[in-house]
């Protein structure tokens, strides 16, 4: 995610997609109702806040790409360079010619 965005930024930089889909799952959960009635509906509203935040994101890259990594790429890449990446739980490669 890119940096211009920074309330999704910190929301999502540290997390891995599995740590995203459980704080999503655990925000549904926790939506329903706490049975010992100690979350204050201030923590309740952040967590689903949250909770939007990680949807939108997820469902925005669900090809898994992001307009920060295509840019990484194209920065980072030389021309005529190979180099392979994982992406859909699948090994790509990739050639760049300019």
Do not use: P
């Amino acid at each position: 995610v890119g940096r211009d965005d920074e309330e999704v930024y910190k929301a999502v930089h540290s997390l891995s997609y599995n740590q995203l889909v459980d704080k999503v799952i655990m925000a549904d959960e926790s939506s329903g109702g706490d049975s010992d009635g100690k979350r204050t509906s201030a923590s309740l509203a952040a967590t689903l806040h949250e909770s939007e935040l990680l949807r939108k994101f997820l469902d925005e890259t669900a090809s898994q790409f992001t307009y920060a990594g295509l840019l990484q790429l194209h920065e980072q890449i030389n021309d005529r360079q190979l180099c392979a990446f994982f992406r859909n739980n699948h090994f790509s490669t990739l050639y760049k010619t300019d």
